[in-house]
C-alpha cells in the first residue's frame, strides 16, 4: 500500500486559495488517489478523487503531475466552514475490498 | 434519503463489559464497513461486508472484536471484555459494491456519523 505524507496541519484566511500537497513516492500504476474530509463529531466525506492530471469538481480541484508521487488538493476562497481535516488516501481500493487506508491528515483552520 | 445511521451515539462502559455497535446502511448499499477512529488519530479499518459475508476480517484488532450483517442490510460490531484502549470512536460506512475502474457512483464509501465509545 502507498504511503502518504502531508502535513500536520495549516493555517488559512476567509476567501484565500488552499492548497494541500500529499507525498506517494511509492503509489503503483493501479493506484487512485481521493481526498477525504471530516469536521468534528461527523464520518469523513469524499471531496474528490482522480488517477493522473486534474481534475475538478463543485468543492475542489485535484492537481497530480505526470509521475503520480504527489498530489495537490486545491481549496477555492475557503470558509470558516472548511475547517476541517483533510485526507489523502491512495490505493488500488477495488482489490483492496473498497477498504480505505488513512494516514493522520492535514488539520486546516480557516480563520476570519 | 436516508444516509448511514449508527446507534447509540454513544456509549460508556466498564471495563470487562461486551457492548454492542449498531449501523444501519443506506438502503441497497451492498458494501459495508467498519472502521476505529482513535482521539486525534486517522481511522483504521476493521472489517468489510459485501453482502452478508466478510471477506475482510484483517483489521480487526483481536478475537474480542467481532461483527456480522443480516439481510444484506444492519450490521452489529461486538466488542468482548470491553478494555480501556478500546476507547474510540466506531464509524460505520456503505457504498455499492466497488467497481474495479473507479467509478464514484459505485466506490465512494458514506460514512455514519459514529458511535463513541468510553471504557471506564
Known amino acids: 500500500l502507498a504511503k502518504t505524507t502531508q502535513p500536520i496541519s495549516m493555517d488559512s484566511y476567509e476567501g484565500q486559495e488552499v492548497n494541500i500537497t500529499c507525498s506517494h513516492n511509492n503509489i503503483a500504476t493501479n493506484d487512485y488517489i481521493t481526498w477525504y474530509q471530516q469536521f468534528p463529531s461527523q464520518g469523513p466525506r469524499f471531496i474528490i478523487q482522480?488517477?493522473?492530471t486534474k481534475v475538478t469538481n463543485e468543492v475542489a480541484s485535484l492537481f497530480i503531475p505526470a509521475d503520480r508521487k504527489s498530489s495537490t488538493l486545491s481549496l477555492p476562497r475557503v470558509s470558516l466552514s472548511d475547517t476541517a481535516v483533510y485526507y489523502c488516501?491512495?490505493?488500488?481500493?477495488?482489490?483492496?475490498?473498497?477498504?480505505?487506508?488513512f494516514g493522520q491528515g492535514t488539520e486546516l483552520s480557516v480563520k476570519p | 434519503g436516508a444516509g448511514v445511521s449508527q446507534s447509540p451515539s454513544n456509549k460508556v462502559t466498564e471495563k470487562g463489559k461486551d457492548v454492542e455497535l449498531r449501523c444501519d446502511p443506506i438502503s441497497g448499499h451492498t458494501a459495508l464497513y467498519w472502521y476505529r477512529q482513535r482521539l486525534g488519530q486517522g481511522l483504521e479499518f476493521l472489517i468489510y461486508f459485501q453482502g452478508n459475508s466478510a471477506p475482510d476480517k484483517s483489521g480487526l484488532p483481536s478475537d474480542r472484536f467481532s461483527a456480522e450483517r443480516t439481510g444484506e442490510s444492519v450490521s452489529t460490531l461486538t466488542i468482548q471484555r470491553t478494555q480501556q484502549e478500546d476507547s474510540a470512536v466506531y464509524l460505520c460506512?456503505?457504498?455499492?459494491?466497488?467497481?474495479?475502474?473507479?467509478?464514484?457512483?459505485?466506490?465512494?464509501?458514506?460514512f455514519g456519523p459514529g458511535t463513541r465509545l468510553t471504557v471506564l
Open positions: 460506512a456503505s457504498s455499492l459494491e466497488p467497481r474495479k475502474v473507479w467509478t464514484r457512483s459505485y466506490n465512494e464509501q458514506f
Open positions: 488516501l491512495v490505493g488500488d481500493f477495488y482489490n483492496q475490498g473498497g477498504k480505505l487506508i
Open positions: 482522480g488517477y493522473k
